[in-house]
């Protein structure tokens, strides 16, 4: 038996799996998507069980000291009591630093590794700080601390070009969603339905008898309120959801400005399913788009998903660093020109690759193909696990992929880690992320044929496909990303023939492996997809192989800032070269006089000595002589190229690059993902 093609157009599927999913995202049941997340899956050991341990005993366990230090839960005690004036901080948008650590909190508590002192301490948080949320809220349902305690005399909802308040009554959904979808409890889902339903009354079309007809600036409820949906089984506000989506472009206040006023910055300059490129804002933009796909999905909205296919093949062409981080833009934290991908100068902002996962994610649940989840293992491993320390106390707004030798801290770039911002939407961003991530890893079909493997960790993948096998499991041992065995042990066979499908990653397309249960034992492979079909016995073992030699990458020729440049990556990382990592170089020279010697393989070494032990990998450079000190040369760093070009000088080094996501965790100094060769 061969895996069914998936339809070329989205459309219901029939029979459902029963088991609704209990992570960020719920399709319904008549969604019209190829994949469900349905499947349960766990990270038992390995690498990302070690990044969501020191989330959860470090990130997530300094949260609320940490907003209390930012003025975050003193701004909702003095809406809760009523109090104008004293509020702490700038920003309208406060209160989605709370939320997002509640997000984060009820992840980590619906975890079976979170042992009992650790859920007893993040109930009391979350019972706390849910009660102040209840006790701030206004009797119409609405609640934001900025506008009860600093600008009470505002109407609400009159500064959509940078209030937030949508944007933060999305925030509050999502958690209160998590906190039921883990636990049970619903009186922080009773505080987001009301604010919901003041929203509704509040928002509609011109004509439709509601005082508002607009948009919030800085997108994020589309989605969360799809999701409340979801989880409510209204339809009420999917179809909200679907009203602001559809009523951008022209919806909000005309500045004629430029920069962060320009239409463009909110997404505001065409209607979504018109626009041909992602522009402005990143977060906000793909905000938009992972609201959009939830629509599509849900109501079969052609028009929608041609849209956001085109948008983020848009995007991924043009538009993302090797990384998987997005925006080039400092000024305006924003997505830049076509190819203009600059590196020194590289905004990819944390959250901004937080969003490009929640997008992507969405993308492979709604059309079932394999790039999608190939860039959400991109842009986890490098693009947002740079954004915290290695010892989950420290972050990253910006991440660039190049800091020069001798680099002084500009207004906007600042290359070092730090313990929180004062606009701190990075920080619980990364904390709810790791702490939802075993959601992330695998999927079932909408026939309920088949159980898909996304993303390797070592742990267990369960669900129930009512169309196949009834209730299947796995056992899945890995050392990925370092080592390049994926092993797969069927511990629920299921009560007939079912498919498991394994994605290989498209770095590894030439050259990957399988051992299978039986030598005759039958799987296809198609469009990232090895899929083997059969009656499953209990104990019967699969084996991915990946192809994990280093490689050197070369980007777009298009894309200016790298071009004559290499790329060092190995797996699914990329790596980068550190100032403190340099052997002793001659003449003074630093890491910007260094150039690759392509002609030398790249080699790889375990280093369990270095950044919490990591495989490192080597490349072969020497030093690029500069300009003459006498004449011209000495003072002018221009040249006619009649003098020639010289190459390289003196005798082959040695470097060593480090994972990309570890980098910035020692001492301050340069950095190099792209390196110029000879």
């Given amino acids: 038996?061969?895996?069914?093609?998936?339809?070329?157009?989205?459309?219901?599927?029939?029979?459902?799996?029963?088991?609704?999913?209990?992570?960020?995202?719920?399709?319904?049941?008549?969604?019209?998507?190829?994949?469900?997340?349905?499947?349960?899956?766990?990270?038992?050991?390995?690498?990302?069980?070690?990044?969501?341990?020191?989330?959860?005993?470090?990130?997530?366990?300094?949260?609320?000291?940490?907003?209390?230090?930012?003025?975050?839960?003193?701004?909702?005690?003095?809406?809760?009591?009523?109090?104008?004036?004293?509020?702490?901080?700038?920003?309208?948008?406060?209160?989605?630093?709370?939320?997002?650590?509640?997000?984060?909190?009820?992840?980590?508590?619906?975890?079976?590794?979170?042992?009992?002192?650790?859920?007893?301490?993040?109930?009391?948080?979350?019972?706390?700080?849910?009660?102040?949320?209840?006790?701030?809220?206004?009797?119409?349902?609405?609640?934001?601390?900025?506008?009860?305690?600093?600008?009470?005399?505002?109407?609400?909802?009159?500064?959509?070009?940078?209030?937030?308040?949508?944007?933060?009554?999305?925030?509050?959904?999502?958690?209160?969603?998590?906190?039921?979808?883990?636990t049970g409890r619903s009186e922080l889902l009773d505080t987001a339905v009301r604010f919901a339903d003041h929203i509704a009354d509040t928002f509609g079309p011109e004509g439709s008898g509601r005082?508002?007809?607009?948009?919030?600036?800085?997108?994020?409820?589309?989605?969360?309120?799809?999701?409340?949906?979801?989880?409510?089984?209204?339809?009420?506000?999917?179809?909200?959801?679907?009203?602001?989506?559809?009523?951008?472009?022209?919806?909000?206040?005309?500045?004629?400005?430029?920069?962060?006023?320009?239409?463009?910055?909110?997404?505001?300059?065409?209607?979504?399913?018109?626009?041909?490129?992602?522009?402005?804002?990143?977060?906000?933009?793909?905000?938009?788009?992972?609201?959009?796909?939830?629509?599509?999905?849900?109501?079969?909205?052609?028009?929608?998903?041609?849209?956001?296919?085109?948008?983020?093949?848009?995007?991924?062409?043009?538009?993302?660093?090797?990384?998987?981080?997005?925006?080039?833009?400092?000024?305006?934290?924003?997505?830049?020109?076509?190819?203009?991908?600059?590196?020194?100068?590289?905004?990819?902002?944390?959250?901004?690759?937080?969003?490009?996962?929640?997008?992507?994610?969405?993308?492979?649940?709604?059309?079932?193909?394999?790039?999608?989840?190939?860039?959400?293992?991109?842009?986890?491993?490098?693009?947002?696990?740079?954004?915290?320390?290695?010892?989950?106390?420290?972050y990253l707004y910006d991440n660039p992929l190049h800091v020069r030798d001798g680099h002084a801290d500009q207004e906007g770039v600042t290359p070092r880690r730090v313990p929180w911002f004062d606009c701190a939407c990075c920080p619980p961003n990364v904390m709810r992320m790791l702490a939802s991530l075993p959601h992330y890893l695998a999927a079932t079909t909408a026939d309920g044929t088949e159980l898909q493997v996304h993303q390797y960790a070592s742990g267990t993948v369960a669900a129930r496909l009512p169309g196949g096998g009834g209730e299947v499991a796995l056992e899945v041992r890995t050392n990925y990303p370092w080592g390049d065995r994926v092993e797969f042990t069927v511990t629920g066979a299921g009560d007939g023939p079912w498919t498991l499908a394994l994605r290989v990653p498209h770095w590894s397309e030439d050259g990957w492996s399988v051992w299978l249960p039986s030598r005759n034992a039958p799987y296809s492979y198609a469009d990232g997809w090895l899929r083997l079909t059969r009656t499953w016995e209990v104990g019967e073992v699969v084996v991915l192989m990946l192809d994990m030699k280093p490689r050197l990458t070369l980007a777009d020729p298009r894309v200016d800032a790298a071009r004559g440049c290499v790329a060092i990556e190995r797996g699914p990382l990329v790596h980068c070269v550190e100032g403190v990592d340099l052997p002793p170089l001659p003449d003074g020279a630093g890491l910007d006089d260094l150039v690759v010697d392509t002609r030398a393989r790249p080699r790889d070494a375990e280093r369990p000595d270095l950044l919490g032990g990591v495989t490192a990998v080597t490349a072969t450079a020497r030093v690029r002589p500069r300009p003459a000190a006498d004449g011209a040369g000495g003072w002018w760093p221009y040249r006619p190229v009649t003098d020639g070009v010289p190459g390289p000088a003196g005798e082959p080094i040695t470097v060593t690059a480090i994972p990309y996501y570890a980098w910035a965790n020692r001492e301050d100094g340069p950095m190099r993902v792209w390196l110029p060769v000879i």
């Fill in 211 to 394: 005082p508002v007809d607009g948009v919030d600036g800085h997108p994020e409820v589309e989605t969360a309120l799809v999701e409340l949906a979801r989880e409510t089984g209204v339809d009420r506000y999917t179809d909200l959801a679907r009203y602001f989506v559809d009523r951008r472009g022209g919806a909000l206040p005309a500045t004629g400005g430029k920069g962060t006023d320009r239409p463009g910055y909110s997404q505001d300059h065409a209607a979504l399913r018109e626009a041909t490129a992602v522009t402005g804002h990143a977060v906000r933009q793909l905000y938009l788009l992972a609201g959009a796909a939830d629509i599509a999905a849900e109501t079969g909205d052609e028009g929608l998903r041609t849209a956001v296919e085109r948008l983020w093949a848009e995007m991924a062409a043009r538009q993302t660093y090797l990384t998987g981080g997005v925006g080039a833009h400092h000024a305006d934290e924003g997505f830049g020109q076509p190819y203009e991908l600059p590196n020194d100068r590289s905004y990819c902002e944390t959250c901004a690759a937080i969003a490009s996962v929640h997008f992507s994610w969405r993308m492979a649940l709604l059309t079932g193909e394999a790039r999608y989840s190939d860039l959400v293992e991109r842009t986890l491993y490098n693009g947002v696990l740079c954004g915290v320390s290695l010892s989950g106390d420290r």
């Fill in 1 to 182: 038996m061969s895996p069914s093609p998936q339809p070329s157009s989205p459309q219901p599927s029939s029979p459902q799996p029963s088991s609704p999913s209990t992570g960020p995202v719920r399709l319904g049941p008549e969604a019209y998507a190829a994949l469900r997340p349905t499947a349960r899956a766990t990270i038992a050991d390995g690498f990302w069980a070690e990044r969501r341990r020191v989330n959860a005993e470090v990130s997530i366990a300094q949260g609320p000291a940490r907003l209390a230090k930012a003025g975050n839960l003193a701004n909702l005690r003095r809406a809760a009591d009523g109090e104008t004036g004293g509020y702490q901080g700038w920003a309208p948008f406060q209160d989605s630093d709370v939320h997002k650590w509640l997000e984060a909190a009820a992840w980590q508590l619906g975890d079976p590794a979170t042992g009992r002192e650790a859920a007893a301490e993040l109930t009391d948080h979350i019972t706390e700080i849910t009660a102040l949320l209840a006790r701030a809220q206004q009797d119409s349902g609405y609640l934001n601390s900025y506008y009860q305690v600093a600008k009470p005399e505002v109407p609400h909802f009159s500064e959509p070009l940078w209030g937030h308040e949508l944007y933060t009554a999305g925030h509050l959904i999502q958690a209160a969603v998590a906190l039921r979808r883990t």
